[in-house]
């Protein structure tokens, strides 16, 4: 049975995107739509869109395309479509996508429930889009029960980097008042939730483009910058809850936010740092903003008071210009720095963004070649650096059973890698545990749980 007012989110792009459908469904579920299980089953089917690359689109419109055409199979059914690509392509999406009932941006998803009743009413096809966010536009809500959660701090992205589409799709910067996410903080540590994952593109530029916390108020580590103080705050909010962040940026690696990461000892000593490239001249056509040298720099002040930091990365292969020598240096940098875990893309054109306009010189099969020497480098990086963990305790919050085997749990140490260890009695996803490291493959880790770091033992749940 398939209920006219049930609805399924399938969601494409980044944690932002995840977070923007988690809001979304709770603010239809208080509206009186009901979740469905499934794809198969809803009435009203919606998906979250993704802009970033040609690919990500593809997928979607390809995606709409197939559920519009099952319409005729399933009378009643209703498609639509919210987040960044409706921004970008507003009204061309119904020409796109024929029979299209909806579509939504990023900066309006607050008039969902509205629009999906005018829909079901018969009143549609609908568009909403606005151009920029507002304070009234943050969706607060979150679901119950989970054991982790994110949280956005700062909307949208002011950086221009020449070949990204973000800043069009997601408007300028705007930050959350830092008393508005330290309560929503609190909220979701009283619900128990054991990691928290402050959410912005760019997210260490919080609080530079408007004010977020009150004037004169001193910070009690004596922190003066914005995230850091934020840091601060929030560690101070979130109830023992690891805290996690991301994206970073190099610019926003400072030396109070070094401090902030050192000393504040539930924020998780991993990051996400994306480097794009190692060569001078392509980070500058990039507009990056930084250099070879203020990466490394950036790295040196944040492993300076926090040794054992993991970073992971983001590197574009291809970009307009990128020769064989920039892609050596590519290659050097991310050797030199030492990442466990880097998602590397292809260069894509993205229409009005300035690099759109600069000939795409790389062509498809060296973008390939590229990216698979690369994900290779990484790979045997990984190992390499994993290898120091062999016969460590990691602390680890348990996740589940895991996917691959199910006589086998899987958790998340602190440096956000992945650890597999045999099933233990007593154990539940969100407790906390020790894993003694005997093995290691390049994405996760092997071991074994230490019987007194087993709260079904005894052991505080910390
Ligand atoms: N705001 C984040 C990431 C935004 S998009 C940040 O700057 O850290 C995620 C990643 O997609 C980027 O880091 C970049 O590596 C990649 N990306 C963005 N635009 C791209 C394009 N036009 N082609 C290929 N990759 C792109
Ligand atoms: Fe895009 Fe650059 Fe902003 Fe990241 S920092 S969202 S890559 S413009
Ligand atoms: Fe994609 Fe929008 Fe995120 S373009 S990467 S879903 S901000």
């Known amino acids: 049975m398939t209920a006219a007012n049930s609805f399924f989110i399938k969601t494409y792009g980044c944690q932002m995107n995840e977070r923007d459908s988690e809001s979304v469904q709770v603010l239809l579920s208080a509206r009186g739509f009901s979740a469905s299980p499934s794809e198969g089953e809803a009435g009203v089917i919606l998906i979250n869109t993704c802009s970033v690359r040609g690919k990500a689109e593809d997928k979607s419109i390809g995606k709409a395309r197939l559920l519009v055409a099952q319409k005729r199979i399933r009378p009643g059914l209703r498609v639509g479509l919210f987040g960044c690509m409706v921004q970008r392509l507003k009204d061309d999406l ?26 079901l009413a018969g009143e549609g096809p609908r568009l909403e889009v606005g151009e920029e966010r507002s304070e009234g ?6 679901r119950d029960g989970a054991m982790g959660a994110f949280v956005n701090i700062l909307y949208g992205c002011n950086r221009r980097c020449a070949y990204c589409i973000v800043p069009t799709v997601r408007g300028g910067e705007w930050s959350r008042p830092a008393a508005d996410v330290v309560a929503e903080v609190r909220r979701l540590a009283d619900g128990g939730v054991r990691e928290i994952t402050l959410l912005g593109q760019s997210v260490m530029s919080y609080g530079r483009t408007n004010a977020v916390w009150p004037e004169g108020e001193a910070s009690p580590g004596g922190f003066t910058e914005p995230f850091a103080r934020l840091l601060e705050a929030v560690h101070a909010a979130a109830g023992g809850a690891w805290i996690r962040f991301t994206s970073g940026h190099p610019s926003g690696c400072t030396a109070e936010v070094a401090r902030a990461m050192g000393t504040l000892p539930l924020v998780c000593p991993h990051l996400h740092l994306p480097l794009q490239s190692g060569s001078d001249r392509i980070l500058a056509r990039m507009r990056r903003g930084y250099d070879a040298e203020g990466y490394r720099q950036a790295v040196a002040r944040l492993r300076a008071q926090v ?84 016969g460590s305790d990691l602390e680890t919050v348990v996740e589940g059973v895991s996917r691959r085997n199910s006589e086998r749990w899987a958790g998340r140490t602190r440096y956000n890698i992945t650890a597999i260890f045999p099933k233990v009695e007593g154990l539940h996803p969100g407790d906390r545990i020790k894993v003694r490291i005997e093995r290691v493959r390049a994405q996760t880790l092997y071991g074994q749980v230490q019987a007194e770091s087993n709260p079904a033992n005894g052991a505080s749940a910390g």
Request: charged share 25%.
């Open 94 to 119: 119904f020409d796109l996508i024929p029979g299209l009932d909806f579509a939504v941006g990023p900066h309006r998803l607050g008039l969902l429930p509205d629009v999906l009743a005018s829909v």
């Open 137 to 142: 536009d943050v969706l607060r809500g979150h």
């Open 307 to 390: 040794p054992n930091l993991v970073l992971t990365t983001d590197v574009i292969v291809g970009f307009p210009g990128e020769t064989e020598e920039d892609f050596e240096a590519t290659r050097r940098l991310v050797g030199e720095i030492g990442f466990v875990n880097a998602f590397i893309f292809k260069y894509s054109p993205r229409p009005g963004t300035p690099a759109a306009d600069w000939e795409d010189t790389v062509s498809p099969e060296e973008k390939m070649r590229r990216n698979q020497v690369l994900l290779e480098d990484i790979d045997r990086q990984a190992l390499t650096l994993h290898a120091r963990w062999i």
